[in-house]
């Protein structure tokens, strides 16, 4: 993968492990064709770049979101402030401050910031802002390719902020026919939310049909804030 005209050559297979490449570049064009066929990079500064397919694969169907008594009351009572698209680059460099168990820095390097700001850019990448008054409190991001959404990271200033995005976040897209929310990597935060293991052939021919569906790439501030309006 030496030049951007290779993007994403190789074929994923039930026998492929979950490192499935090394090397290349973060080219939008070559971000979008992996992630087209279920790649999507992760590695640490000063290594090469790793590129994984996870089996079994993480995911969430919107229509199967659990909602706990605990946030009931804050989504009806209006908690938070959401906005989408607003604050990109601030959302991904708070998720790359962020400490996490078992991790001794952070795998949102400079240039995956630059690449993912890019792609913010073309319309595939969105950010989900957390508004605690007038200080950003959460947000998470992702890539949305067709009538699938690719969830990447988030962050919590405030208890309960980066859930009360997500769950927005879920409702907005299946509000706009969303097939599937690839979370990617088991955790038992996404878990609670309803999200399921799948094996990776599975959600690859999810991920065929959904990425063809039409899907404008735009960002989607205004129609959020038109949607989220009584």
Not at 78 to 107: L, P, Y
Not at 201 to 212: D, E, M, V
Request: with cysteine; glycine share 8%.
């Amino acid at each position: 993968m030496n030049d951007h005209l290779d993007l994403f050559p190789f074929e994923i297979e039930e026998s492929t492990g979950n490192l499935v490449a090394f090397g290349g570049d973060l080219h939008p064009d070559r971000l979008l064709a992996a992630y087209r066929k279920g790649v999507f990079p992760w590695y640490s500064e000063h290594e090469p770049i790793q590129w994984w397919s996870p089996n079994p694969r993480f995911v969430l169907f919107p229509s199967k979101l659990q909602v706990s008594h605990s946030m009931k009351p804050l989504l009806n009572q209006r908690r938070f402030r959401v906005t989408v698209d607003t604050h990109f680059e601030a959302v991904m460099t708070e998720c790359a401050r962020i400490k996490r168990n078992g991790q001794s820095g952070t795998w949102i390097t400079a240039d995956m910031l630059e690449a993912y700001v890019g792609l913010h850019g073309r319309g595939y990448a969105h950010s989900v802002e957390v508004w605690d008054g007038e200080t950003m409190a959460g947000g998470l991001y992702g890539l949305a390719i067709g009538h699938i959404f690719f969830g990447e990271s988030m962050f919590s200033r405030v208890s309960n902020a980066s859930k009360f995005g997500l769950i927005t976040l879920v409702r907005w897209l299946e509000a706009h026919g969303f097939d599937l929310i690839d979370c990617q990597q088991e955790t038992a935060h996404l878990g609670s939310l309803g999200a399921q293991a799948m094996p990776r052939t599975q959600f690859l021919k999810i991920l065929q049909h959904g990425i063809l569906q039409d899907q404008v790439p735009r960002l989607w501030t205004h129609e959020f804030e038109e949607w989220l309006t009584p």
